[in-house]
């Protein structure tokens, strides 16, 4: 139990394109998700939390407009990164909580902009 | 600020050698702490989870334990393999609404055969 996917695995765009990846709890509902990034060589950075049906808090240093967020159901969160740049190019990794405390990760997205 | 450290960067060691990563934070007000495992570009592994309570959890060859008072976790793996090379995660949980995760700078393990 407890699996949570992300969609796509990787993905190439070119720079001044937008790029949505989606965050899916397979068999549970998860009343918050989060949304880290990570560099390479480097750790996992929390960018965003949010909870189903309201706005997303952002860590400071996240622009929210850049990077858009939409929890709409229990199951799925998406994030968007809007005009992307070569320097948005990470590893895009969501975790989901249930109505415990544990968290459980995605399998992550390699974003790539060109 | 809300740190975790992990001490060492990188560790190289034998097959069949036990060894122990280390991982401190600086805000002693966890909730739980937990031990992630994650092979090159690939997502995360949970191997243990700490409860603020609890001051250690084992599971097969895996031992983390937890002194609090101290700003401390250690991993402690016995009869290292090739197969457990990879980066080490601690992450600290920290109560409220939310309950961010806050991950350590990570140990690059490899075991050589």
Redesign the interface.
Known sequence: GAVVS?HPSWVICKSGTSVKIECRSLDFQAT?M?W?RQFPK?????MA?SNEGSKA?YEQGVEKDKFLINHASLTLSTLTVTSAHPEDSS?Y?C?A?GHG????????T?LTVT | KQEVTQIPAALSVPEGENLVLNCSFTDSAI??L?W?RQDP????T?LL?IQSSQREQTSGRLNASLDKSSGRSTLYIAASQPGDSATY?C?V?YGGA?????????TLLAVQP
């Not at chain 1, 480097?42 to 929390?46: A, E, K, N, T, Y």
């Not at chain 1, 405390?101 to 992550?108: I, N, T």
């Not at chain 2, 570009?41 to 995360?44: A, E, I, R, V, W």
């Open positions: 992300q918050t989060f880290y480097q750790s996992l950075m929390l939390t808090t590893f990794i975790s909580r405390h544990e968290q459980y990760f995605g399998p992550g390699r | 909730y739980n937990q992630f570009g690939k997502g995360l949970s989870l995660l992450a949980i939310t309950n961010k995760l806050i991950f350590g700078t990570g």
